[in-house]
């Protein structure tokens, strides 16, 4: 299994002083070692995707656990099978989750373990489950009776929060993929003035490490090329999306073969041969390649 391939999910905010400076230091690192992923490092602190062989991983998490400011992050870990990296990118961003508004990080809702989760699912409770996610994310894989605030980039949050018709004093649970987007998210639900708001812990990998069959249905989309993952559990086998040109029941995730267009969306494998692998805006406008 020597050539095993594994992902490592993982955020922290923390103050850095010189970003700017640790994003070069981090990139020496990170190809020193021959990760490949995406890495955000800005004065708030860092969130990254690294993929690589389990000796290699293990190599980085040591240096982060040694490192003075990224030390105690707990790291997601999911199955790659082949690397899903085309290469190794460590960028500065002024945010490390980009939500186009200050926050107070201070007010980010109260932490829900995916076991208090699944409790709270089993028992019935009372609240509102929302996906801080984005539409595409939405639309192939979402916890049972998630509501959403209907966006395609995180930013357009603080805008779209008022699409959320929801009674400020109820109880308010929200999930992403790993946790950092529901961090700031739930700090602007507070500042919006909701009153009883929490946050899924880790995120859906997080609860689909412990609850592959639970009440996440769907498959989890991730930002590599795997594009979804939870396929081989019972409850991401669901398919809750259709193809975008023939309706049938799929939720495989291509990107438009039109070199101007690449849009993201779902199309069936009987689809994708007949329409040469072009969304249906593109077909529409008849473009042979
Ligand atoms: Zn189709
Ligand atoms: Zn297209």
Avoid: W
Wanted: hydrophobic share 35%; aromatic share 10%.
């Amino acid at each position: 299994m020597s050539n095993n391939i594994f992902v490592l999910l993982y955020y922290k905010f923390v103050d850095i002083a010189d970003p700017k400076f640790e994003t070069t230091q981090h990139k020496l690192v990170c190809t020193g070692i021959g990760l490949k992923g995406r890495i955000l490092i800005s004065e708030e602190g860092i969130n990254g995707t690294v993929a690589g062989h389990r000796s290699e991983l293990r190599q980085y998490v040591e240096y982060m656990n040694a490192h003075p400011s990224f030390g105690g992050i707990v790291f997601k870990r999911t199955p790659a099978g082949k690397m899903p990296f085309p290469k190794m990118i460590v960028k500065y961003r002024p945010e490390i989750v980009t939500l186009g508004k200050k926050v107070d990080m201070k007010k980010t809702g109260q932490y829900l373990t995916p076991k208090s989760m699944h409790q709270l699912f089993e028992r019935g409770e009372d609240m509102v489950v929302v996906d801080m996610r984005n539409n595409y994310e939405y639309e192939v894989g979402r916890f049972d009776g998630a509501i959403q605030p209907n966006t395609v980039k995180f930013y357009e949050l603080p805008e779209k929060i008022k699409n959320l018709k929801i009674d400020k004093n109820k109880k308010v649970v929200t999930y992403c993929t790993g946790g950092i987007r529901c961090e700031k998210a739930t700090a602007l639900l507070a500042e919006e003035g909701f009153t009883d708001v929490y946050q899924l812990e880790g995120g859906i990998v997080k609860y689909l490490e412990k609850y592959p069959d639970g009440y996440f249905i769907g498959k989890n989309f991730v930002f590599d090329e795997r594009m979804t993952t939870n396929g081989d559990s019972k409850s991401g086998q669901k398919v809750l999306s259709k193809c975008a040109h023939c309706k049938k029941s799929s939720d495989r995730y291509i990107d438009c073969a039109k070199p101007d267009c690449h849009q993201l969306f779902i199309c069936c494998k009987e689809c994708d041969k007949k329409h040469n692998g072009l969304c249906p805006v593109a077909v529409k406008e008849k473009l042979v390649l």
